[in-house]
């Protein structure tokens, strides 16, 4: 946004009055402008003299042009309150989700429940014991506040937390195989977003990669004719963000943990989404659980804590009591450490899953993905009339039927069953088209708080499975005066 006197003048119009650059207060003047001096009390005078000198600059620089007339200089304390507020407003800031993709990379995926921000809040405001034994009196360990749980939930003998599950691979490889190999089926040698390759990743944590069999198909004896005595480590990685189909067969964990177990050498799967709950029961795409893993004989398993769980972002690292202890002693260990935002709310979100039975209802993640269509369609109903209001009559609106995701980087390939609105531009053919949807959509994002929809067959869709009724909902509606001011 320009902060100026050209922001409500065209570039090109020629000053009623023109002012020169003496005309304009200095900043100590301008600091002591009675319309100012709430401005100074509410924020400090370091900030608003930061930003009124910047102002005046600019102001002068416009005089110097001719750009700058008497009659504007009133509006100065104005534009300096404006500098002020877009200054203090926050980077990362809330939006409506209505692209139809529950988990959204860009979006922060996973939701906090109720209960995690609550302990968040709680925590982070006062000291804590994040490394502090209150039994015993004594310095603890961080990796206690979720550690029991983890072996409840998943089964395991121990677990360990990192920052990410990237994060949980790199350390896993690193101090269970650096130095030697690890064999991978050519199958799974996954690329991730920004960047994250296997190969690349095995690199970094100093050990060699084996590659067995071909990209569609690797079996047993593949593995078996790869291990020798430089092999430290078989591992899995699970392909949740791409399919091949066809000709293909792949060797499962319960069938590997065997031929691993013979020759004395470590079994580890990266779950990458890892969902702690079948899915299936809720009629969406079954995924691989680490309590699964655990009993099919895997010695380590990783996975995140920001997609499936529906908790904050953290790599979750579970298995054996042996492994994951010299997991837990590499010296990477620490650089990678949860800090204790992330791990109180982490805590909070495992306590759910002893609960099961609500989950659906008190996590976020589940209770998108498990809405009802009907109650979706209902939505969009409700929604149509105010939002077609806002838009006329440059938009039409219509409820449709459509296609949601449950995640950009988990299970991407996925869809499910949704509904929505969708606004079409109202013009007299195609030309136009992609400006208006750009316009329109720009303008959705310039909200108050934010609405991201998407582009589809030219029309921008808004898919209503993430936004919740009640409060948010609410928001909604209140927002759509401000978007017919900026359509008209």
Request: charged share 20%; net charge neutral; hydrophobic share 45%.
């Amino acid at each position: 946004m320009v902060h100026g006197p050209t922001a409500s003048l065209p570039a090109d119009a020629p000053a009623a009055s023109p002012a020169a650059p003496k005309d304009l207060p200095s900043i100590d003047r301008l600091l002591r402008d009675p319309a100012v001096t709430p401005l100074v009390a509410a924020h400090g005078h370091a900030l608003v003299a930061s930003q009124a000198r910047e102002l005046l600059d600019r102001w002068r620089a416009e005089a110097l042009q001719g750009r700058l007339s008497r009659e504007q200089l009133p509006q100065l304390p104005d534009a300096l309150r404006t500098r002020c507020e877009e200054r203090l407003t926050p980077r990362m800031r809330r939006v409506i989700n209505l692209t139809g993709t529950v988990l959204h990379t860009n979006l922060g995926r996973a939701l906090l429940a109720d209960e995690a921000l609550q302990q968040v809040l709680a925590c982070m405001g006062s000291p804590n014991n994040l490394e502090f034994d209150l039994a015993l009196g004594a310095r603890g360990d961080r990796d206690s506040l979720v550690e029991d749980l983890l072996c409840e939930i998943t089964g395991a003998e121990a677990a360990t937390v990192v920052n990410n599950n990237a994060a949980a691979v790199l350390l896993g490889i690193a101090a269970l195989a650096g130095g030697r190999e690890v064999i991978v089926s050519r199958g799974e040698l996954v690329e991730i977003g920004g960047a994250f390759r296997m190969p690349d990743v095995m690199a970094a944590a100093g050990a060699r990669l084996v590659e067995v069999g071909t990209t569609n198909r690797t079996h047993p004896r593949d593995y078996e004719a790869a291990i020798g005595p430089a092999t430290a480590l078989l591992m899995k990685v699970h392909t949740s963000n791409y399919a091949i189909q066809g000709f293909t067969s792949s060797v499962d964990e319960a069938t590997l943990a065997p031929i691993a177990r013979a020759r004395g050498v470590p079994l580890m799967t990266d779950l990458g989404s890892g969902s702690l709950v079948d899915l299936a029961q809720w009629g969406l795409p079954a995924e691989p659980l680490p309590q699964q893993m655990l009993q099919d004989g895997c010695d380590v398993v990783t996975f995140s804590g920001d997609k499936l769980l529906g908790g904050p972002q953290a790599g979750l690292i579970v298995g054996t009591r042996e492994h994951i202890q010299r997991i837990r002693k590499f010296p990477m260990k620490r650089a990678l450490r949860l800090s204790k935002l992330p791990l109180a709310a982490l805590e909070a979100t495992l306590r759910l899953y002893l609960k099961p039975d609500r989950l659906t209802r008190d996590l976020p993640t589940l209770r998108h993905l498990t809405r009802p269509v009907a109650q979706i369609e209902a939505q969009a109903a409700r929604l149509l009339a105010p939002l077609q209001q806002a838009v006329t009559p440059r938009f039409e609106v219509r409820t449709a039927s459509m296609r949601g995701q449950i995640g950009s980087g988990s299970l991407p390939v996925e869809t499910l069953p949704s509904a929505g609105l969708a606004l079409a531009p109202v013009l007299p053919g195609k030309r136009g088209m992609g400006r208006a949807l750009d316009e329109l959509q720009t303008a959705l994002r310039a909200l108050p708080l934010p609405v991201v929809a998407r582009v589809q067959a030219d029309e921008l869709w808004m898919d209503l499975r993430c936004l919740d009724e009640g409060a948010r909902e609410a928001e909604f509606l209140a927002q759509l005066p401000r978007l017919a001011e900026a359509l008209q």
